[in-house]
């Protein structure tokens, strides 16, 4: 089974979107919504669909990634950002992949403002993200083994940091030898500059040295990967 997992916080204007999107993957799921404590429709919107949906005070980003994983039963992980959404085969065109596998990587198509652009993997995802290239939480699929072996060395999943959380992830899931599998087909939609509230704009001068940090990761670990 596969959780699909939507953290919320004031996520009225997309938030039909994304869950319609979860709804209609032809695979078995559970689709979990965790309200952050938002303060507009966003839970009325979220009850209005056949969902799981858990809500708290707000803590964050980071405690709700965490606590979503938490509350998932399935062996796979998809985080679903509320403000973006996944192709209707999305996940269907990689369950073929789940069992040889630890972490699956689809194709991200960037709605920014007046355009789409699509960002395509390739086989050398550290060498991508050495000059720059950023892959977004949505286009992965996690095996919920490898983020517990990961948990199990770092005892925390999501760090508690600003910004770059997704590409820190990446990092940490390399440093343990993950196998990645890049299924191109597999598409997730997301959002880029629809807001001057989102995370990357809000904390863009905060990084924790993630530069730094994909060097030396590129200088000292070996990326496993193969193409679907």
């Not at 369950?95 to 390739?122: A, M």
């Not at 030396?216 to 670990?221: Q, V």
Request: charged share 25%.
């Amino acid at each position: 089974m596969i959780s699909i997992l939507i953290p919320c916080f004031n996520s009225q204007t997309h938030l039909k979107q994304c869950i319609e999107s979860a709804l209609i993957q032809n695979v078995e799921k559970e689709i979990i919504l965790l309200d952050d404590g938002s303060t507009d429709n966003t839970l009325s919107i979220a009850k209005e669909y056949p969902i799981k949906i858990h809500r708290r005070k707000h803590k964050g980003f980071t405690e709700t990634y965490n606590e979503l994983f938490n509350l998932a039963k399935g062996d796979w992980i998809q985080y679903l950002d509320s403000d973006d959404y996944l192709a209707m085969d999305k996940l269907e065109k990689q369950r073929p992949y789940l069992s040889t596998s630890d972490v699956l990587i689809g194709t991200t198509y960037v709605l920014e403002s007046h355009e789409i652009f699509k960002k395509i993997p390739n086989n050398n995802l550290l060498a991508e993200l050495k000059v720059g290239i950023k892959y977004q939480t949505n286009c992965f699929l996690f095996s919920k083994q490898i983020l517990n072996k990961l948990i199990e060395r770092n005892k925390i999943l999501w760090k508690d940091i600003l910004i770059n959380h997704d590409t820190n992830l990446i990092l940490d899931l390399i440093e343990i030898n993950s196998l990645f599998v890049l299924t191109p087909e597999s598409i997730a939609y997301y959002r880029y500059n629809w807001s001057d509230k989102q995370l990357t704009n809000i904390y863009k001068d905060h990084d924790i040295n993630t530069k730094e940090r994909i060097t030396h990761i590129s200088d000292n670990f070996n990326f496993h990967s193969t193409g679907a």
